[in-house]
Protein backbone atom coordinates (compact mmCIF):
# COMPACT_ATOMS: atom_id res chain seq x y z
CA UNK A 1 0.00 0.00 0.00
CA UNK A 2 1.24 3.53 -0.79
CA UNK A 3 -0.45 6.82 0.75
CA UNK A 4 0.08 10.25 -0.75
CA UNK A 5 -0.70 13.35 0.40
CA UNK A 6 -0.69 16.63 -1.58
CA UNK A 7 -0.31 20.44 0.10
CA UNK A 8 0.54 23.77 -1.31
CA UNK A 9 -2.58 24.43 -3.24
CA UNK A 10 -4.07 27.57 -2.55
CA UNK A 11 -5.45 30.58 -4.18
CA UNK A 12 -3.52 33.06 -6.01
CA UNK A 13 -4.34 35.50 -8.83
CA UNK A 14 -3.39 35.35 -12.61
CA UNK A 15 0.32 35.19 -13.55
CA UNK A 16 1.27 33.42 -10.20
CA UNK A 17 3.48 30.64 -9.17
CA UNK A 18 2.84 27.76 -7.04
CA UNK A 19 4.25 24.61 -6.20
CA UNK A 20 2.70 21.98 -5.27
CA UNK A 21 3.78 18.36 -3.58
CA UNK A 22 3.06 14.88 -2.57
CA UNK A 23 5.18 12.84 -0.10
CA UNK A 24 4.49 8.79 -0.88
CA UNK A 25 4.80 6.99 2.68
CA UNK A 26 4.08 3.33 2.96
CA UNK A 27 6.69 1.29 0.35
CA UNK A 28 9.44 2.85 -1.41
CA UNK A 29 8.04 4.38 -4.94
CA UNK A 30 11.30 3.90 -7.01
CA UNK A 31 9.54 1.54 -9.40
CA UNK A 32 6.93 3.90 -9.70
CA UNK A 33 5.53 6.37 -12.35
CA UNK A 34 4.45 9.19 -10.05
CA UNK A 35 1.70 11.86 -11.98
CA UNK A 36 -0.21 14.86 -11.62
CA UNK A 37 -4.35 15.24 -12.98
CA UNK A 38 -6.33 17.56 -11.91
CA UNK A 39 -10.34 17.84 -12.25
CA UNK A 40 -12.40 21.15 -12.42
CA UNK A 41 -16.10 21.45 -11.04
CA UNK A 42 -18.35 19.33 -13.88
CA UNK A 43 -15.06 18.11 -16.21
CA UNK A 44 -13.52 14.64 -16.49
CA UNK A 45 -10.08 14.20 -14.64
CA UNK A 46 -7.10 15.77 -16.68
CA UNK A 47 -3.43 14.43 -16.82
CA UNK A 48 -1.49 16.93 -16.09
CA UNK A 49 2.91 15.35 -15.88
CA UNK A 50 4.07 12.63 -15.33
CA UNK A 51 7.81 11.17 -14.09
CA UNK A 52 9.51 7.96 -13.70
CA UNK A 53 10.92 7.99 -9.71
CA UNK A 54 13.76 5.84 -10.90
CA UNK A 55 14.86 7.43 -13.68
CA UNK A 56 13.35 10.91 -13.49
CA UNK A 57 12.37 10.88 -17.33
CA UNK A 58 9.09 13.66 -17.61
CA UNK A 59 6.01 14.15 -19.50
CA UNK A 60 3.43 17.16 -19.79
CA UNK A 61 0.40 17.41 -20.79
CA UNK A 62 0.45 20.22 -23.90
CA UNK A 63 -1.91 22.63 -22.15
CA UNK A 64 0.49 23.12 -19.21
CA UNK A 65 3.86 22.57 -20.80
CA UNK A 66 6.03 25.17 -20.81
CA UNK A 67 4.60 25.98 -17.67
CA UNK A 68 4.55 23.52 -15.63
CA UNK A 69 7.56 21.37 -14.46
CA UNK A 70 7.29 17.75 -12.46
CA UNK A 71 10.00 17.07 -10.27
CA UNK A 72 11.26 14.26 -7.34
CA UNK A 73 12.89 13.76 -4.71
CA UNK A 74 13.95 10.41 -4.07
CA UNK A 75 15.50 10.89 -0.88
CA UNK A 76 12.23 12.84 0.66
CA UNK A 77 9.53 10.53 -1.34
CA UNK A 78 8.28 13.29 -3.09
CA UNK A 79 7.00 14.59 -5.95
CA UNK A 80 6.81 18.32 -7.38
CA UNK A 81 4.32 20.30 -9.54
CA UNK A 82 5.70 23.50 -10.59
CA UNK A 83 3.13 25.64 -11.79
CA UNK A 84 4.03 28.87 -12.98
CA UNK A 85 2.00 32.01 -14.89
CA UNK A 86 -1.16 29.93 -13.92
CA UNK A 87 -4.36 30.94 -15.84
CA UNK A 88 -7.73 30.84 -14.17
CA UNK A 89 -8.59 28.10 -16.28
CA UNK A 90 -6.06 25.99 -14.02
CA UNK A 91 -9.05 25.99 -11.29
CA UNK A 92 -9.09 22.46 -10.13
CA UNK A 93 -8.35 19.87 -7.41
CA UNK A 94 -5.09 18.70 -8.72
CA UNK A 95 -4.47 14.97 -7.68
CA UNK A 96 -1.06 13.04 -7.19
CA UNK A 97 -0.76 9.33 -8.45
CA UNK A 98 1.15 6.56 -7.62
CA UNK A 99 1.41 4.17 -10.39
CA UNK A 100 2.79 0.53 -10.18
CA UNK A 101 0.19 -2.50 -10.28
CA UNK A 102 -2.31 -0.58 -9.31
CA UNK A 103 -3.00 2.62 -8.35
CA UNK A 104 -3.06 4.78 -5.50
CA UNK A 105 -4.32 8.01 -5.43
CA UNK A 106 -4.26 11.11 -3.17
CA UNK A 107 -7.52 13.06 -1.79
CA UNK A 108 -6.34 15.92 -3.71
CA UNK A 109 -5.51 19.85 -3.13
CA UNK A 110 -7.33 22.74 -4.34
CA UNK A 111 -5.56 25.36 -6.60
CA UNK A 112 -7.89 28.77 -7.33
CA UNK A 113 -6.89 31.20 -9.58
CA UNK A 114 -8.42 34.13 -10.15
CA UNK A 115 -8.15 36.94 -12.54
Known amino acids: QVQLVESGGGSVRAGDSLKLSCVAS????????MAWFRQAPGEDREFVAA????????VVADSVKGRFAISRERAKNTVGLQMNSLEPEDTAVYSC????????WGQGTQVTVSS
Open 26 to 33: GRTINSFA
Open 97 to 104: AAVWRGTY
Open 51 to 58: ISFESGTT
